[in-house]
C-alpha cells in the first residue's frame, strides 16, 4: 500500500527563520514528489516539484530528495507569517501527465511573529 | 491566473437531494481530471480519475453508482452527489493535468449535507 508520511504538528517557527518540512514516502517506485500549500478552507496551491535527487530552489523554497531514503523536504527560508498553513507533501509513480498523487496528512506550520 | 474552475464553491441542501459539481480546464485541454474528498483535518483522498470520452475510474472503497462523473468535453468533468446524506458532506476538490505540469487544482466545493 502506498503511504505518505508527514508530522501533522504544528511546527512553530519565529518570523525570519528557516522553516523544514518533512516527508517519507514507502513506495520505492515513486517517481515525481510535490509540496502543495494549503490554507484553511482553501483547496491546495502547487508550491515546489522535483523529480531528481538533490535539491531545487525556487525563491525562499528549497526541495530536497533523496530517493535511496525515500525522504523529500521542504525548506523555507525568512518564513513569514502568511506562510502559515498546512503544508501537504504529494508522491506519484509517474512522471508527466495523468498520474495520480498520494498525500500526505500534512504539516501545519505556524510563523510566530 | 486560475487555470483551474470549479463551481459551485458551496452547497447547502437537504438530505436526499443529487448535487453537481462542475469542474473546468481554463486554456488548455485535460483529457484526465481528478476527483478528491478532504474531511477536516484530515487530507486529500482521492475518489476517482475521470477520463474523457470513457468511463471514470474508481478509487477502492468509492461508490461509482452515488458518485457518478461525466467527462463530456476535454474541458468540463462533472461530479454528482446522488441522494446526499449528512455523511456526505465534504470539501470536494478537482484537479486537472497541465501538459508537462503538475496537477492544479480548482478552488474545492464544500458540500453541507443537512
Known amino acids: 500500500q502506498k503511504e505518505v508520511e508527514q508530522n501533522s504538528g504544528p511546527l512553530s517557527v519565529p518570523e525570519g527563520a528557516i522553516a523544514s518540512l518533512n516527508c517519507t514516502y514507502s513506495?520505492?517506485?515513486?517517481?515525481?514528489f510535490f509540496w502543495y500549500r494549503q490554507y484553511s478552507g482553501k483547496s491546495p496551491e502547487l508550491i515546489m516539484f522535483?523529480?531528481?535527487?538533490g535539491d531545487k530552489e525556487d525563491g525562499r523554497f528549497t526541495a530536497q530528495l533523496n530517493k535511496a531514503s525515500q525522504y523529500v523536504s521542504l525548506l523555507i527560508r525568512d518564513s513569514q507569517p502568511s506562510d502559515s498553513a498546512t503544508y501537504l507533501c504529494?508522491?506519484?509513480?509517474?512522471?508527466?501527465?495523468?498520474?495520480?498523487?498520494?498525500f500526505g496528512t500534512g504539516t501545519r506550520l505556524q510563523v510566530t511573529l | 491566473g486560475a487555470v483551474v474552475s470549479q463551481h459551485p464553491s458551496r452547497v447547502i441542501c437537504k438530505s436526499g437531494t443529487s448535487v453537481k459539481i462542475e469542474c473546468r480546464s481554463l486554456?488548455?485541454?485535460?483529457?484526465?481530471m481528478f476527483w478528491y474528498r478532504q474531511f477536516p483535518k484530515q487530507s486529500l483522498m482521492l475518489m476517482a480519475t475521470?477520463?474523457?470520452?470513457?468511463?471514470?475510474?474508481?478509487e477502492q472503497g468509492v461508490e461509482k453508482d452515488k458518485f457518478l462523473i461525466n467527462h463530456a468535453s476535454l474541458t468540463l468533468s462533472t461530479l454528482t452527489v446522488t441522494s446526499a446524506h449528512p455523511e456526505d458532506s465534504s470539501f470536494y476538490i478537482c484537479?486537472?493535468?497541465?501538459?508537462?505540469?503538475?496537477?492544479?487544482f480548482g478552488d474545492g466545493t464544500r458540500l453541507s449535507i443537512l
Open positions: 513506495d520505492r517506485g515513486s517517481q515525481s
Open positions: 475521470s477520463n474523457e470520452g470513457s468511463k471514470a475510474t474508481y
Open positions: 504529494a508522491v506519484s509513480g509517474n512522471t508527466g501527465t495523468a498520474s495520480k498523487l498520494t
Open positions: 522535483i523529480y531528481s535527487n
Open positions: 486554456d488548455f485541454q485535460a483529457t484526465t
Open positions: 484537479s486537472a493535468d497541465r501538459p508537462n505540469q503538475p496537477q492544479h
